[in-house]
């Protein structure tokens, strides 16, 4: 069976929990406002596509590829992305819901988060090197074995990450946000 090619097309205010979206690759598309949670994603290939206002909420993206693209004011609570086919693999947020995702040893190098909630997020083993969370949520977002070297988080909030289990050479962080530096030393600072 021979996979699908979609290029510049436009989808708006399409219910994908009820009608699948076809496989194949989708180059330099645009999904506005379109459902697809809890939908099968698999082996999917997306390039330069843009998805906005969309809700991905557990989808299923094993060995989907995502070359490019940028989530805007989309809901992806829950996504397993270490599933994606990692060859590639590029993406951009602004203002979105990650609650719950995992990146966990995803190649996420330069990857920009801005204004989104990243509460619960795994970035365990985590290549997010010169990447930047601009006036993000990270609430119990789990670092372990991170590379986020040359990273910015000077406009994040509510981060926790142990400097001695990430590496962190030349992050960027904001004075009040020192406080997420320190928690694994159990201290109380006033």
Same mark, same amino acid.
């Given at each position: 069976?021979?996979?699908?090619?979609?290029?510049?097309?436009?989808?708006?205010?399409?219910?994908?929990?009820?009608?699948?979206?076809?496989?194949?690759?989708?180059?330099?598309?645009?999904?506005?406002?379109?459902?697809?949670?809890?939908?099968?994603?698999?082996?999917?290939?997306?390039?330069?596509?843009?998805?906005?206002?969309?809700?991905?909420?557990? &989808? *299923?993206?094993?060995?989907?590829? $995502?070359?490019?693209?940028? !989530?805007?004011?989309?809901? @992806? %609570?829950?996504?397993? /992305? =270490?599933?994606?086919?990692?060859?590639?693999?590029?993406?951009?947020f602004n203002s979105c819901d990650l609650t719950l995702s995992s990146f966990?040893?995803?190649?996420m190098s330069n990857t920009r988060f801005t204004n989104c909630t990243l509460?619960? &997020? *795994?970035?365990?083993?985590?290549? $997010?090197?010169?990447?930047? !969370?601009?006036?993000?949520? @990270? %609430?119990?977002?789990? /670092? =372990?074995?991170?590379?986020?070297?040359?990273?910015?988080?000077?406009?994040?909030?509510?981060?926790?990450?142990?400097?001695?289990?990430?590496?962190?050479?030349?992050?960027?962080?904001?004075?009040?946000?020192?406080?997420?530096?320190?928690?694994?030393?159990?201290?109380?600072?006033?």
């Open positions: 069976m021979t996979n699908m090619y979609f290029e510049n097309i436009t989808y708006e205010k399409i219910n994908y929990t009820l009608f699948p979206l076809p496989k194949g690759e989708y180059d330099n598309c645009k999904f506005i406002n379109c459902n697809f949670a809890s939908s099968d994603l698999s082996r999917i290939v997306f390039e330069e596509c843009t998805f906005t206002n969309c809700d991905l909420s557990v &989808v *299923n993206v094993t060995q989907s590829s $995502l070359k490019d693209i940028s !989530f805007i004011e989309s809901k @992806l %609570l829950g996504i397993t /992305f =270490e599933q994606c086919n990692k060859f590639l693999f590029s993406l951009t966990y040893k995803c190649p509460q619960e &997020v *795994n970035f365990s083993e985590t290549e $997010l090197t010169n990447s930047a !969370f601009d006036k993000c949520d @990270l %609430l119990d977002a789990h /670092f =372990e074995r991170t590379m986020l070297e040359k990273a910015d988080f000077s406009t994040a909030y509510n981060y926790s990450i142990n400097p001695e289990i990430n590496k962190i050479k030349k992050a960027k962080f904001s004075i009040p946000g020192i406080v997420g530096l320190l928690d694994s030393y159990d201290i109380t600072i006033t």
